[in-house]
Nanobody
């Protein structure tokens, strides 16, 4: 499975961005898809995840109510809609795929999100 995240950029605080993660393979709907981020000088942080069917989502407290994960299994793509962005959301964002909520075996290359104050 290959993943490629894109859609990052520079946005002002309070603004919005939508990240996309395109995947290869014919079994996309069988994977839990997760989003993670890593800010400069910090460790990788879980952002949220979505079940294979798209019916279940779970978010970190830091983004709950502001970020929304969705997926289009016909297009093999998962999205991260980010609203009300804050400077502390600045990070490289990664998408990942795995067989369950605890194991992410495949990772994309990351896309930079910068939120200016």
């Amino acid at each position: 499975v290959q993943l490629q995240a894109f859609g990052g950029g520079l946005v002002q605080a309070g603004g919005s961005l939508r990240l996309s993660c395109a995947t290869s393979g014919r079994t996309f709907s069988s994977y839990v898809m997760g989003w993670f981020r890593q800010a400069p000088g910090k460790g990788r942080e879980f952002v949220g995840r979505i079940s294979g069917s798209g019916s279940g989502t779970y978010y970190a407290d830091s983004v709950k109510g502001r970020f929304t994960i969705s997926r289009d299994n016909a297009e093999n793509t998962v999205y991260l809609q980010m609203n009300s962005l804050k400077p502390e959301d600045t990070a490289v964002y990664y998408c990942a795929a795995g067989p369950n909520t605890y194991t992410y075996a495949y990772w994309g290359q990351g896309t930079q999100v910068t939120v200016s104050s």
